[in-house]
């Protein structure tokens, strides 16, 4: 298929042909509509100025006969520009007059020729051209005919000047709008190439190549910016799929292969209460399995988008104050203390029950982690910083590298220090996609920058604040 073919399967491409088709016809009626126009006023002022003419000489042959009438003729045919002045006998024969001949038959009928009429001038000296013109006749006592006539020589060039110049706007506008065609035909076509290539290999499986973008903020581009986000959006669902395929396949191997071992116990004890001791472990082992596989589907709804329409407005102050109310016997109990410092009133556009989740994992995380910290408290602190509102949860335990801090809120990673600490290494997962859902971030710090020992971890969770 050639380039040509492929060019005019383009919409863009079709469209563009079937405008300059539009505006070669309207301008072609363009044309030739200016040039009757043209033409029709110069005929009318042409034969207003013989009616002038002709009354005026009928005039002086009132007042004063034929001979007032040939010396009015004669003066005016010597002027620049003259009319057509003929006086002939009744047979048609020129008598007199500034014309040498005239067409048959116009000396014949009295009042307005019809169409134009050939005749030829004392000045032609042999010339074959014959030159046309409008006239009126009329007949005087005498039996004598009259014509008085206008040479149409400048209407018609008229006509033609203007009719040429429009022709040839016409013609250099179309070569400049089918170079116009071509040029932008030829480079949507190179641009659609590109993006079908770019296509291909993502149909391929490379799901990290992006369609290109030339930076002109056109359709083309904002069509391309649409798609890479998508692309972004299922690289990423992808990952994560791939990412708690390969979880579950490691991590959830040893629970699993734990129950097993457990049933298998069960069934080989003879005493009734090490049997019953052995289901309610398979029981608590099931549950954490439960509990791990819901945090799973949740995480996988959050980053999915399926809970976007959910979004309202909603105090953030609210619900940050309701965790650490519901929190603090919990905090206490791990010989804890829960500080809250919530500034009032704070909007955010999120989910109440995801957003009350998040702040519960950051806060369960705090009070197992700092068990046993030399400062034994935790403290939840809700600022708004410019446009941004600012949730975090700060405690003394010990920490996580700086250099860890990318691998923590993976699903299933959990550091060796944390090992020996009850939960399933989703907590934090979940945050990051509660985070990310909200357009904004979750933020992981020192809470004693340069300490060795209880530096802690600040946890802060940045939302873009509700516009009024």
Same mark, same amino acid.
């Given at each position: 298929m050639s380039r040509l073919s492929v060019l005019f399967k383009s919409t863009a491409v079709r469209l563009s042909a079937l405008y300059i088709l539009l505006f070669a016809l309207c301008?072609?009626?363009?044309?030739?509509?200016? $040039?009757? +126009? @043209? /033409?029709?006023l110069l005929n009318q002022q042409t034969r207003d100025s013989l009616k002038t003419e002709v009354a005026e000489v009928q005039r002086a042959y009132g007042n004063g006969g034929m001979n007032q009438m040939l010396r009015m003729m004669e003066r005016r045919a010597r002027q620049p520009g003259a009319n057509l002045y003929v006086i002939a006998g009744p047979a048609g024969e020129i008598l007199a007059g500034n014309v040498a001949s005239v067409q048959p038959g116009v000396l014949a009928r009295d009042g307005w020729t019809e169409f134009p009429f050939r005749y030829e001038r004392y000045t032609d000296n042999g010339? $074959?051209?014959r030159h046309l013109a409008t006239a009126h006749v009329f007949q005087v006592d005498n039996g004598l005919r009259v014509l008085i006539g206008r040479d149409l020589g400048e209407p018609t060039k008229f006509r033609l000047l203007v009719r040429n110049a429009l022709m040839v706007a016409l013609a250099i506008m179309g070569v400049g709008a089918l170079l116009i065609w071509f040029g932008i035909g030829r480079n949507a076509l190179k641009r659609i190439d590109r993006m079908s290539a770019a296509s291909k290999k993502i149909v391929a499986g490379d799901l990290s190549q992006r369609l290109p973008i030339g930076g002109s903020g056109d359709e083309f581009d904002r069509l391309s910016g649409s798609l890479n986000d998508m692309l972004g959006r299922i690289e990423k669902l992808n990952e994560g799929l791939r990412q708690v395929s390969d979880n579950i396949a490691h991590d959830l191997k040893t629970p699993l292969t734990r129950l097993r071992n457990k049933a298998a116990d069960g069934l080989a004890e003879q005493d009734e209460t090490a049997r019953r001791a052995?289901? &309610?472990?398979?029981i608590a082992e099931s549950d954490q399995l439960i509990r791990t596989f819901n945090a799973l589907l949740m995480i996988s709804r959050v980053e999915a988008g399926s809970i976007a329409a959910e979004l309202t407005d909603i105090d953030i102050s609210a619900i940050a104050a309701d965790s650490a109310e519901l929190y603090e016997p919990v905090a206490e109990e791990a010989g804890q203390e829960l500080l809250t410092e919530i500034a009032p009133g704070l909007m955010?556009?999120?989910?109440? &029950? +995801?957003?009350?989740q998040a702040i519960t994992n950051l806060i369960d995380n705090a009070i197992k982690y700092a068990d046993g910290a030399k400062t034994p408290e935790i403290k939840l602190s809700l600022v708004r910083r410019g446009g /941004? #509102?600012?949730?975090?949860?700060a405690d003394h335990g010990p920490g996580v590298a700086a250099d860890r801090r990318e691998d923590v809120v993976k699903r299933f990673?959990?550091?060796?220090?944390?090992? @020996?600490?009850?939960? $399933?290494?989703?907590?934090? @997962? +979940? #945050?990051?996609?509660?985070?990310?859902l909200h357009g904004g971030r979750l933020e992981l710090s020192d809470t004693v920058p340069g300490a060795d020992e209880g530096r802690g971890l600040t946890a802060t969770m940045v939302f873009p604040a509700a516009k009024p």
């Open positions: 301008a072609a009626f363009l044309v030739f509509y200016v $040039t009757a +126009l @043209s /033409e029709r010339d $074959t051209r052995a289901l &309610e472990g398979i955010v556009h999120g989910n109440r &029950e +995801l957003i009350g /941004e #509102v600012c949730l975090s949860i990673v959990r550091l060796d220090a944390s090992r @020996s600490k009850p939960g $399933t290494g989703l907590g934090l @997962s +979940l #945050v990051v996609a509660v985070m990310d």
